[in-house]
């Protein structure tokens, strides 16, 4: 299915990642929807695979890390449209909470950049509002 102009909403999984100091992975996206700004990782869900399988996959793909996701922020709905009002993308985005577990921190695949960031540091970055309410959620879950 395309991503642009979907004939039905496309599922993807959102996974906020905090390590032992509090710190939440972000990334810039390198792709669009949302190319430039900083965002949760993940991706969609692929033919056959459990979300929390699609957790796991996209974290290591985008990010080179391990993780250990265990708690369901919420269910999200992004719609973008273009210009003429036609939807132009629309995901469903499944949000998890995770622990790090191991690797090296790096973007790779279609983020330009990933980094730790403590909540303090979140008003400096360009964050789509619905991503600011999910972090703020799992802030408040890891304390």
């Known amino acids: 299915m395309t991503r642009e102009y979907p004939k039905a909403p496309l599922v993807g ?7 032992e100091q509090k710190k939440v ?6 792709n669009d929807p949302s190319k430039g700004l900083w965002a949760i990782p993940g991706g969609n869900v692929e033919i056959g695979e459990q979300v929390h399988q699609t957790a796991i996959r996209e974290l290591l793909e985008e990010c080179n890390v391990h993780i250990e996701p265990y708690d369901l922020l919420g269910v999200v709905d992004l719609i973008l449209k273009d210009n003429n009002g036609k939807i132009q993308y629309h995901y469903v985005l499944i949000e998890y909470l995770a622990k790090y577990v191991e690797g090296e921190l790096k973007p790779r695949s279609d983020v330009s950049d990933a980094g730790w960031f403590a909540k303090e540091d979140l008003a400096g ?10 972090l703020e959620k799992a802030f408040q879950k890891i304390g």
């Open 125 to 134: 970055l360009d964050i789509p509002e619905v991503t600011l309410k999910i």
């Open 25 to 30: 992975i972000l990334v810039r996206r390198g």
């Open 13 to 19: 999984v959102g996974v906020v990642v905090y390590n």
